[in-house]
């Protein structure tokens, strides 16, 4: 079975950085996007950034343009997102989330069948 698992989450101050990871295993990772998402606390998951299969293509919320970068590596099947000039509202807790379809590209969350189990990041101010 598909099994995606995070980490690099923790504590930061407002500014600083942070860079998650996302290990995949199961399936072939490099035919599949993917995909990281967030939820603050009282408020509904929301798309950070997307990757496609081969890292021809990304894309990211407006709220977090120019400040993160999305990445994978194929060999490692591993994802990343680096996360620079953090802000308090960027306090959540990050998903990783995998396609369902293999090469396709998409930014909803229908697009995605495949989550891990969540990783918390807290920006103090």
């Known amino acids: 079975q598909v099994q995606l698992v995070e980490s690099g989450g923790g504590l930061v101050q407002a500014g600083g950085s942070l860079r998650l990871s996302c290990v995949a295993s199961?399936?072939?990772?490099?035919?599949?996007?993917m995909a990281w998402f967030r939820q603050a606390s009282g408020k509904e998951r929301e798309f950070v950034a997307a990757?496609?299969?081969?890292?021809?293509?990304?894309n990211y919320a407006d709220s977090v343009k120019g400040r993160f970068t999305i990445s994978r590596d194929n060999a490692k099947n591993t994802v990343y997102l680096q996360m620079n000039s953090l802000k308090p509202e960027d306090t959540a807790v990050y998903y990783c989330?995998?396609?369902?379809?293999?090469?396709?590209?998409?930014?909803?969350?229908?697009?995605?069948?495949?989550w891990g189990q969540g990783t918390q990041v807290t920006v103090s101010s």
């Open positions: 989330a995998g396609a369902n379809v293999f090469f396709s590209f998409g930014y909803s969350e229908d697009h995605y069948g495949y």
């Open positions: 199961g399936r072939t990772f490099s035919m599949y996007s």
């Open positions: 990757i496609s299969w081969n890292g021809g293509s990304t």
